[in-house]
Nanobody, 118 residues
Framework: QVQLVESGGGSVQAGGSLRLSCVIS??????AGWFRQGPGKEREGVAA???????HYADSVTGRFTISRDNAKNTLYLQMNSLKPEDTAMYYC??????????????WGQGTQVTVSS
């Protein structure tokens, strides 16, 4: 069983930054990613990264968010800059899927809340 534990969420003002981390136990997966679910919205893909470095980003975060992965530490990161109120959501890390296709991911963390105030 693969377990994922996120950390790093919090509250920040618009324009601020946060860095999310996710430790993945026994990470032998190829793709890992970050998804988010805002109030009253469906869960959506934010960013994904392949074990060998390829990345995919949602249009809404391109240029502001950066996903990275430390394979030696089995840890996934999401650096979020220039945060906007519309980035407010529960953020989930996931592993074992493909790119930003939510339906393909097998393993999910419990989520970490990000709140951006205007």
């Amino acid at each position: 069983q693969v377990q994922l534990v996120e950390s790093g969420g919090g509250s920040v003002q618009a324009g601020g930054s946060l860095r999310l981390s996710c430790v993945i136990s026994r990470d032998s997966t190829y793709w890992a990613g970050w998804f988010r679910q805002g109030p009253g919205k469906e869960r959506e893909g934010v960013a994904a990264i392949h074990r060998f470095g390829s990345t995919h980003y949602a249009d809404s975060v391109t240029g502001r968010f950066t996903i990275s992965r430390d394979n030696a530490k089995n840890t996934l990161y999401l650096q979020m800059n220039s945060l906007k109120p519309e980035d407010t959501a529960m953020y989930y890390c996931a592993a074992g899927g493909a790119r930003l296709d939510r339906a393909t991911y097998n393993y999910w963390g419990q989520g970490t809340q990000v709140t951006v105030s205007s």
